[in-house]
């Protein structure tokens, strides 16, 4: 405390815990667990998120972090607890930036992963249409250079109904979306500030 006023809290990076909480978990998925292991996952996790996600809400803006528990109504899979923690920062005119850890690392990126109809449809004209297509085919390249891995939530078989199959960007036309996503593994700066320029970077 420093003149009457608590210190600010800056992030230092996840705790050095972090990765073997979600290794454990993995193997002891109950509540019973999770519940002696709570303050574990509030200090070396959810906490560090909490501070990375504010510092950089001016640039990114206001962040939405996940429950920690799954909806297992429809599953069959009834473990209560999901093996990452992730967040997501939704942007009004569509598409978001996307931040996870788990026991795999560090996984961050962005784009539109699942779009709407309307979203949809304007994605496969940008995509189709010369200019705007030869742009978006010549980003996800660089991304891919840069080793984010490109991806949506499905593909289509075949073409989009009113695409021709021999189009030249056809992959793209088949896509439900586009994202890049950046995989880091777990790595000794995940549990420094450096982890907080991965991110922003």
Do not use: C
């Not at 990375?52 to 972090?65: I, P, Q």
């Amino acid at each position: 405390m420093q003149g009457g006023t608590i210190a600010a809290m800056t992030f230092a990076g996840f705790g050095k815990g972090a990765i073997a909480f979600y290794e454990e978990l993995a193997t002891h998925n109950s509540r019973e667990w999770w519940l002696a292991n709570k303050p574990r996952y509030d200090a070396e996790i959810r906490g560090p998120l909490e501070q990375l996600l504010e510092e950089v809400a001016d640039e990114f803006g206001e962040a939405k972090v996940f429950r920690p528990n799954r909806d297992t109504r429809f599953s069959k899979d009834k473990t209560p607890y999901k093996t990452n923690v992730a967040a997501v920062i939704i942007h009004p005119e569509g598409g978001s930036v996307y931040l996870s850890l788990s026991a795999e690392g560090l996984h961050v990126g962005g784009g539109g992963y699942h779009l709407d109809r309307p979203q949809l449809a304007r994605y496969r004209e940008a995509v189709a249409e010369d200019r705007t297509g030869k742009q978006l085919e010549q980003i996800a390249a660089t991304l891919e250079t840069s080793k984010a891995d490109i991806s949506s939530h499905g593909e289509l078989k075949t073409a989009p109904r009113g695409y021709s199959a021999d189009h030249p960007r056809i992959g793209l036309l088949r896509r439900d979306g586009i994202i890049g996503i950046w995989a880091h593994a777990p790595a000794k700066w995940l549990h420094t500030a450096a982890a907080k320029k991965r991110v922003v970077d």
